[in-house]
Nanobody, 117 residues
Framework: VQLQASGGGLVQAGESLRLSCAAS??????HTWGWHRQAPGKQRELV?????????VYADSVKGRFTISRDNIKNTVYLQMNSLKPEDTAVYYC????????????WGQGTQVTVSS
């Protein structure tokens, strides 16, 4: 499975962006999509995740501002980011963790999000 992330860019604080991550094939079985980010000098952190059943998890720092969603027909997961802050500046990576039929972990190439104050 190949993941293609897109949608990053440069915005001002308070503005919005939507990231997309498209898989190269249909995804079946037990799996979790995730968006992670890594700011300069910091460790990569989980921003949001969504399971095949639609259960979602958000980092405390983005709750109420970011929304993760998925389109199973398009094999795509989205991250809607509203009310962006300068501290959201990072490279954002999409991730697909499959548990069945075999455990596999896939990463997209990363997309830069820069929020100016």
């Amino acid at each position: 499975v190949q993941l293609q992330a897109s949608g990053g860019g440069l915005v001002q604080a308070g503005e919005s962006l939507r990231l997309s991550c498209a898989a190269s094939e249909s995804i079946f079985g037990i799996h979790t999509w995730g968006w992670h980010r890594q700011a300069p000098g910091k460790q990569r952190e989980l921003v949001a995740s969504i399971t095949e059943l639609g259960s979602v998890v958000y980092a405390d720092s983005v709750k109420g501002r970011f929304t993760i969603s998925r389109d199973n027909i398009k094999n795509t997961v989205y991250l809607q980011m509203n009310s962006l802050k300068p501290e959201d500046t990072a490279v954002y990576y999409c991730n697909l963790e499959k548990f069945t039929p075999r455990a596999r972990n896939y990463w997209g190439q990363g997309t830069q999000v820069t929020v100016s104050s």
